[in-house]
């Protein structure tokens, strides 16, 4: 067969010999791919399976689905992390003979149970696991909080006879509501004050009625600026409305130190100090623990 090629304007001829087996193979197979073309030109909206998988799946997608399983293993860390906060707790107390039901360091267990795997999916929004992550953080805290108590014991510096509550959170100044039913100083209304204030001047020292760890400083609201304190045994004490603190999470404070400045900040009319006691969780009438004398 020859066959006859433009080639820079000038006709070149050659020849060529196949077999007629080849002859209809190479015609075969042109007509196959002109076919395959031909198809795919009058149907443009074919598309392979696997590239119809990627359309389908935009690159936010991805990107989300990434944020979510590294979100889900950062929760797996936290919780192995408190499973091992745990058990250093539990094995400080017992090496400092100190009862576990004191601290106990299982009271806020991870989120779904130590047990509970994470799944590596992405049926989980971002902001279900973010919220999950901020409270695994905040355990984390209050169990980092729990352990330097611990630490301060097993290394002799005790402050069970210097917890004991007693006396007023401030050196100067005066009594101006107490604990119980009042008249609300914003609507007039009836509202239960849980705590009692003592009023003052703006950066008046506010002071650590005992002994203990520093468990929240910061802006909470109502509270306005709002240091609590630890006190072990179920106590914790608040001082609210502060200007400034003088102390951080973790702290170990001792009675009478300084931990804040007096100030007027969150739900407040004035300097003062709006001071409350808790046990158990829950508010208590401090007024007996302000007017009581000190062990010796």
């Known amino acids: 067969m020859s066959l006859t090629l433009l080639y820079r304007g000038q006709n070149v001829r050659f020849s060529l010999k196949l077999s007629k087996p080849r002859w209809l193979a190479i015609v075969g197979g042109f007509a196959v791919v002109s076919g395959l073309v031909m198809h795919s030109a009058l149907k443009p909206d074919v598309v392979p399976a ?54 106990n360091m299982a009271a806020f267990p991870p989120t779904g149970g130590p047990a509970q795997t994470v799944a590596l999916k992405s049926e989980f929004s971002l902001s279900d696991l973010e919220k999950q992550l901020l409270d695994l953080s905040i355990n984390v805290e209050q169990k980092e909080n729990q352990l330097n108590l611990l630490e301060s014991f097993a290394l002799g510096h005790h402050i069970e006879s210097t917890s004991y509550l007693s006396g007023r959170p401030i050196g100067k100044g005066w009594l101006s509501s107490y604990y119980g039913v009042r008249k609300d100083p914003f609507n007039g209304k009836p509202t239960m004050h849980k705590g009692v204030d003592f009023a003052g001047k703006e950066n008046d020292q506010v002071f650590s009625t005992g002994s203990g760890v520093v468990s929240y400083a910061g802006e909470r609201w109502g509270y306005g600026n709002l240091v609590e304190i630890d006190h072990g045994t179920g106590y914790k004490t608040r001082y609210a409305h502060n200007k400034s603190h003088l102390v951080k999470i973790g702290d170990v404070v001792t009675k009478g130190q300084a931990i804040a400045l007096m100030g007027s900040t969150g739900r407040s009319t004035g300097p003062h100090v709006h001071y409350e006691i808790l046990r158990n969780d829950k508010q208590i009438n401090p007024t007996k623990y302000v007017y009581r004398k000190p062990k010796t």
């Open 50 to 103: 696997h590239l119809q998988t990627v359309k389908q799946k935009p690159e936010s997608t991805i990107a989300n689905d990434q944020q979510v399983i590294a979100l889900s293993v950062k929760i797996a860390e936290m919780q192995s992390h408190i499973l091992r906060l745990n058990a250093l707790g539990e094995r400080l107390a017992d090496e400092a003979d100190i009862p576990m039901n004191e601290f």
